[in-house]
């Protein structure tokens, strides 16, 4: 009876602090499910974009670099450009989300004339290593594609330790297998990635130069985790005892845009002072299928890359720079794939191949699992 007592002492205080308890707890749970659908919605379309962007953009190189005059020079420049230039047509879904959108949440004008300035230095950091990123990832010529690629691959790694040390990250079991399947699908990808990839002129590939993929991996790691650097500000920002509201997908236009549109001024700058600009028509002459067929392929490759980044970024901004970086690698075997269904370069496709086609799955449902045990 002893033990029995205190059970009785205040039976209505229990009976008050039970109900709103019940009450706290559905209304998290109705919260939660109401989130979940959407979260994965945009995750499943964010990966869709990158994917196909990507593949779009590398079908339409290899198909730019098998028609080209070869005689001429390999335009850097130019196609570092390629990767930025196609921003203004991000204006009109910026528009549309940002009307639509009730958090109308932005990063330039949410905060305050310090956090302005500190945001504006935190731009052109990320402006600096998305001009680094482009033209490190258009050196390729100079090497052989596979080395390249193989040591490209290394963003795997750089990404979760500067992620660690930028965004506070902790690694867990299903992170690290979702990264060590990823860099196996990066390694043997390596058989396949260069089908009708670019020539060197002839030339004998200038193994000095192998310092450009691993600087393009840093810099494309780097850019990843401090575009979660600025969404993670702005939802600080958010956080604080203010009627502000949690930022929308627009936040990834604004980012974007901005951002390529500096880059985007640099690098035209780059292509006068370098003198490219005196070359392009004459690669529009030269090229073999005609110049509307090269004129396509450029304004194609600037309107990939923009379908390409709205997908990287995005997961950026729902998930992590980890995840992003995770399924822009993970695309490799996809684009081996659909090169050598478009070129006939079935001769090529390595048995390897399909072993890449199949880490890379493992690699993203174990991040699936991941954001699933997270979600619950």
Request: positive net charge; glycine residues 4%; charged residues 10%.
């Amino acid at each position: 009876m002893g033990y029995n007592q205190p059970l009785q002492s205040n039976p209505q205080e229990k009976f008050v602090q039970i109900p709103l308890d019940i009450e706290h707890n559905s209304v998290n749970q109705t919260s939660d499910s109401n989130q979940r659908p959407n979260k994965w919605l945009t995750i499943i379309i964010c990966i869709i974009l990158a994917v196909t962007g990507q593949c779009i953009a590398r079908l339409l190189e290899n198909y730019y670099f098998l028609h080209r005059d070869r005689s001429r020079g390999y335009g850097i420049w130019t196609q570092s450009l390629l990767q930025v230039v196609g921003f203004p047509l991000l204006i009109l879904p910026f528009i549309i989300f940002l009307l639509s959108s009730k958090k109308k949440n932005l990063l330039i004008i949410t905060t305050t004339t310090i956090s302005r300035i500190n945001r504006a230095l935190k731009y052109f950091i990320i402006i600096c290593y998305m001009f680094s990123q482009a033209i490190c990832s258009n050196s390729k010529h100079r090497i052989p594609f596979r080395v390249f690629t193989l040591i490209y691959t290394t963003q795997l790694l750089f990404t979760p330790v500067f992620s660690i040390f930028i965004n506070k990250i902790k690694l867990n079991r299903s992170m690290i297998v979702s990264l060590i399947l990823a860099i196996l699908t990066g390694a043997f990808t390596l058989y396949t990635f260069s089908a009708g990839s670019p020539i060197y002129n002839g030339k004998k590939p200038n193994y000095t130069r192998m310092w450009t993929p691993f600087c393009a991996a840093i810099f494309f790691s780097l850019l990843v985790c401090y575009m979660r650097y600025i969404f993670e500000d702005l939802i600080s920002v958010c956080n604080e005892p203010t009627n502000r509201k949690q930022p929308s997908f627009v936040a990834v236009f604004e980012l974007l845009i901005v951002m390529s549109f500096f880059a985007t001024i640099v690098l035209v700058a780059g292509v006068f002072i370098s003198g490219e600009n005196h070359d392009l028509k004459k690669h529009m002459d030269g090229f073999l299928k005609g110049e509307m067929a090269y004129v396509r392929t450029m304004v194609g490759q600037a309107v990939a890359w923009q379908v390409y980044w709205v997908g990287i970024v995005g997961l950026v901004f729902v998930v992590s720079p980890v995840f992003s970086t995770v399924i822009s690698v993970c695309t490799w075997p996809v684009v081996s794939l659909m090169i050598g269904l478009v070129y006939n370069k079935y001769q090529e496709y390595h048995v390897l191949s399909g072993t890449a086609l199949a880490m890379a799955t493992l690699s993203v449902a174990s991040y699936f699992y991941l954001i699933y045990k997270e979600n619950n």
